[in-house]
């Protein structure tokens, strides 16, 4: 029987985080990387080289030789690359946030389905295995308190904490949660930079269940936590350490509540290979991505709003009222 032909790949946008999409690629035994483009001709050049790949600046002098696609471009460029390659008849992998604006995600959506291409939404965090294994554990989350803290640095800048940083989490509440949102109260400033640079938001489910949210990216020590609690106990989940601590209501030997400890740790992890090798598996079997269109989608509407609120604190107290 003949072998299955390799899938082809490009990497759109290749500074400092594109440049390990493309190394992922290269890792991967049924993709070839065959292009690496950027608007920067000599930073293209110098990837392609290290790969021993092409390397382009137009994007559609690349693309009839393409499969698939990573696009790790500015996000205002989210868009236009994204709709190219899915024109095109290629699979795409778009870094968060998806897009711009929500009505941008749905004409994306909308695009692949027309298409019949996969479209993958960058939420790396997804592939953590302490998320993971946290999924089969939960019943209905009641409160969840989440912390995302970094310290600063330029690279990221184009786009507010919120949408830096905390969308992470709001797409990892959103997947644990899956209820409706009733109400957001945020708030947040800026620091460091001229956009919101630390923000917190109270998210407010149709179920009941309530999330705190923070993010920060001028703090002096990196933190990403996440604690979910439920009626028979609760989780603590250290994405960093990759560390699960379940606490669950259990019995004493004399039938006196008590809580159980149950701690998980998965070791090191390569969370973008994960990601980038669920991408191809998708494109190759035909199944639906990890993290899907929609649910970039849904992340983006939860920070652009929660963004809103901070940036027209009025309104969003106002309609509230209402």
Known sequence: MKPERKLRAAVIGVGYLGRFHAQKYMALPDVELVAVVDSDGARAAHVGAELNVRSATDLRSVLPGVDLASIVVSTEYHFPVAQACLEAGVHVLVEKPVSQTAEEAAALIRLAAEKGRVLQVGHVERFNPAIVAAQALLDEPLFI??????????????VNVVLDLMIHDIDIILNLVRSGIADIRPTGFPVLTDDVDIAHARLEFASGCVANVTASRVSQAAMRKIRVFQRDGYLSIDYNERRLVHWKRARGAGGEPRLELDERSFGEADLLMEEVRAFARAVREGGAPVVSGEDGKRALEVALA?????????????ERRE
């Open 145 to 158: 308190e989440s912390h995302r803290l970094a310290p600063f640095k330029p690279r990221g800048t184009d």
């Open 306 to 318: 929660i963004t809103r609120g901070i940036n027209h604190p009025r309104d969003g107290a106002k």
